[in-house]
C-alpha cells in the first residue's frame, strides 16, 4: 500500500513541474558602486591602519614622512674633559708651588751664607771696640815723648822704651790687620767728610781748604772687615 501511495505522490509532483516550470530573476540587483578620482600628480602613497597611535603624528599632513628627530645638546660639559682640566689646573698649582719652594730655598742658602759669613767676620766685633781704647792709650803714651830727647844724644833709656813702645804698637796693629780690624785718620790725606766714617766735632775757616774737607783728626777711627766700628773724629773746613 504505501509504494504504491509514494509512486502517485511522485508522479503527482512531475506534472506539476510540467505544467509549471521555475522562472529566474532577469536582472541581478547588487548594491552601487562608488568610484574616487585618481589624482593626476604626485606620487601614490598607501597607508596601514593599526591600533597602535604611539607612532601617529600629531600635527601636519597625515601622508608626510615623520620629521627627523632632533639633536640632543648635552646640558653638561664632558665629564673626561672636564678632568683633563682640573688636571691641568692641579699640574699649574704644583709647579707654582716648586718654583716657590726652590726660590724661598735659594733665599734661605744666600742668606744662610751672609749670616755664617757675617758671623765669622764681626764675630770680634765687641772685642775690638774694647780693644780700639788699649790702642788710643799706647799712641797718647808715644805722643807724649819730645822729638828732641830721641835725636841723638838724648836719654838713651827713654830712646829705647819708645822704641820699645812703638815696636808693640806694629806688631799690634799688624796682628789686628789679620782679622780684620784697621786704623784709618782721614786727616792725613784731607779726605772729604763723610758722615758715615767720620764724626765732625767742630767747624772752622782754613785758608787753602776746600770746604767739607777734613783738616785735623782729634781721634783715628777704626773698621772692622769694611764696617766702621769707630768713627773718626775730625776738624771740618768751613770757608763760607
Request: net charge positive.
Given at each position: 500500500?504505501?509504494?504504491?501511495?509514494?509512486?502517485?505522490?511522485?508522479?503527482?509532483?512531475?506534472?506539476?513541474?510540467?505544467?509549471?516550470?521555475?522562472?529566474?530573476?532577469?536582472?541581478?540587483?547588487?548594491?552601487?558602486?562608488?568610484?574616487?578620482?585618481?589624482?593626476?600628480?604626485?606620487?601614490f602613497t598607501s597607508r596601514s591602519y593599526s591600533s597602535d597611535t604611539s607612532h601617529e603624528p600629531t600635527t601636519g599632513d597625515p601622508a608626510s614622512p615623520a620629521a627627523p628627530e632632533a639633536e640632543t645638546v648635552p646640558t653638561s660639559e664632558d665629564p673626561l674633559k672636564k678632568e683633563v682640566d682640573a688636571k691641568n689646573q692641579e699640574i699649574i698649582d704644583l709647579k707654582d708651588k716648586y718654583l716657590r719652594?726652590?726660590?724661598?730655598?735659594?733665599?734661605?742658602?744666600?742668606?744662610?751664607?751672609?749670616?755664617?759669613?757675617?758671623?765669622?767676620?764681626?764675630?770680634?766685633?765687641?772685642?775690638?771696640?774694647?780693644?780700639?781704647?788699649?790702642?788710643?792709650?799706647?799712641?797718647?803714651?808715644?805722643?807724649?815723648?819730645?822729638?828732641?830727647?830721641?835725636?841723638?844724644?838724648?836719654?838713651?833709656?827713654?830712646k829705647n822704651l819708645y822704641d820699645g813702645l812703638k815696636m808693640t804698637e806694629r806688631i799690634?796693629?799688624?796682628?789686628?790687620?789679620?782679622?780684620?780690624?784697621?786704623?784709618f785718620d782721614p786727616g792725613e790725606k784731607g779726605e772729604r767728610f763723610d758722615p758715615n766714617r767720620h764724626e765732625a766735632t767742630f767747624m772752622t775757616k782754613v785758608e787753602g781748604k776746600d770746604d767739607g774737607s777734613v783738616?785735623?783728626?782729634?781721634?783715628?777711627?777704626?773698621?772692622?772687615?769694611g764696617r766702621v766700628i769707630r768713627a773718626a773724629k775730625v776738624g771740618v773746613v768751613k770757608n763760607t
Open positions: 500500500m504505501i509504494p504504491r501511495s509514494l509512486l502517485r505522490h511522485s508522479s503527482a509532483i512531475r506534472s506539476a513541474l510540467r505544467s509549471h516550470p521555475p522562472t529566474l530573476p532577469s536582472r541581478l540587483h547588487l548594491p552601487p558602486t562608488r568610484i574616487f578620482p585618481v589624482p593626476t600628480s604626485g606620487a719652594s726652590v726660590a724661598d730655598f735659594r733665599n734661605l742658602q744666600e742668606r744662610t751664607k751672609r749670616d755664617v759669613a757675617a758671623a765669622r767676620d764681626f764675630a770680634i766685633s765687641r772685642f775690638a771696640k774694647d780693644l780700639v781704647d788699649s790702642v788710643d792709650n799706647l799712641d797718647r803714651a808715644l805722643g807724649t815723648v819730645p822729638a828732641e830727647k830721641l835725636a841723638d844724644g838724648g836719654n838713651a833709656d827713654l799690634l796693629m799688624q796682628t789686628l790687620g789679620k782679622h780684620g780690624l784697621e786704623r783738616f785735623m783728626t782729634q781721634q783715628t777711627g777704626f773698621s772692622l772687615n
